[in-house]
T-cell receptor, first 115, second 111 residues
Framework: ETGVTQSPTHLIKTRGQQVTLRCSSQ?????VSWYQQALGQGPQFIFQ???????GRGNFPPRFSGLQFPNYSSELNVNALELDDSALYLC??????????????FGPGTRLTVL | DAKTTQPPSMDCAEGRAANLPCNHS???????VYWYRQIHSQGPQYIIH???NNETNEMASLIITEDRKSSTLILPHATLRDTAVYYC????????????FGTGTLLAVQP
């Protein structure tokens, strides 16, 4: 059973650009959530996808958008990057139908720096 | 906002038990208490969760007070590898649970 993977590991962008981050869920997991973690803070919930539909969103503007694919992998897209978007972006997968349904498995994150 | 309050930092001697407290005085009757930890530069890792009863697994024990307004995570024999930020989270459970993290407790295990 493979774990959650994210790509790229690090990314540097300039203000105003667009970025796409990718997440491959743990095998068989049907739910993926994205979190933003600023330096020194706990992760903040961005949104969640279940069966390719958005299933809840945190307090983030529409320029943060996402996709979930039939194989349950996911993308996080951020348009019009701002300096405050610099953070560690984490994805977490979970399985609605497993015995460990309450457990979210996190990837290692993508470190985004906006200059 | 997070529904939990934790001390910002704690120290523990290697080999001793680490007891991490958490206050969640506004917890509702069907909300669970979850604990995750984040070792430096890694994603958070699930530790344990519970509703009313005390829970134990291979990593830790969770003690929830009878009124459910506070809980304690116990690492029975802390090692240097347990140095991490520990997050106590309250939520409704299930795979679609949206975790609301606070700032957690930085546990430093000392040799």
């Amino acid at each position: 059973e493979t774990g959650v993977t994210q790509s790229p590991t690090h990314l540097i962008k300039t203000r105003g650009q667009q970025v796409t981050l990718r997440c491959s869920s743990q095998s068989g997991h049907n739910t993926v959530s994205w979190y933003q973690q600023a330096l020194g803070q706990g992760p903040q919930f961005i949104f969640q996808y279940y069966r390719e539909e958005e299933n809840g969103r945190g307090n983030f503007p529409p320029r943060f958008s996402g996709l979930q694919f039939p194989n349950y992998s996911s993308e996080l897209n951020v348009n019009a990057l701002e300096l405050d978007d610099s953070a560690l972006y984490l994805c977490a997968s979970s399985d609605l139908f497993s015995e460990s349904t309450d457990t979210q498995y996190f990837g290692p994150g993508t470190r985004l720096t906006v200059l | 906002d997070a529904k939990t309050t934790q001390p910002p930092s704690m120290d523990c001697a290697e080999g001793r038990a680490a007891n991490l407290p958490c206050n969640h005085s506004t917890i509702s009757g069907n909300e669970y208490v979850y604990w995750y930890r984040q070792i430096h530069s890694q994603g958070p890792q699930y530790i344990i969760h519970g509703l009313k009863n005390n829970e134990t697994n291979e990593m830790a024990s969770l003690i929830i007070t009878e009124d459910r307004k506070s809980s304690t995570l116990i690492l029975p024999h802390a090692t240097l590898r347990d140095t991490a930020v520990y997050y106590c989270i309250v939520g409704y459970g299930g795979a679609t649970n949206k975790l609301i993290f606070g700032t957690g407790t930085l546990l430093a295990v000392q040799p």
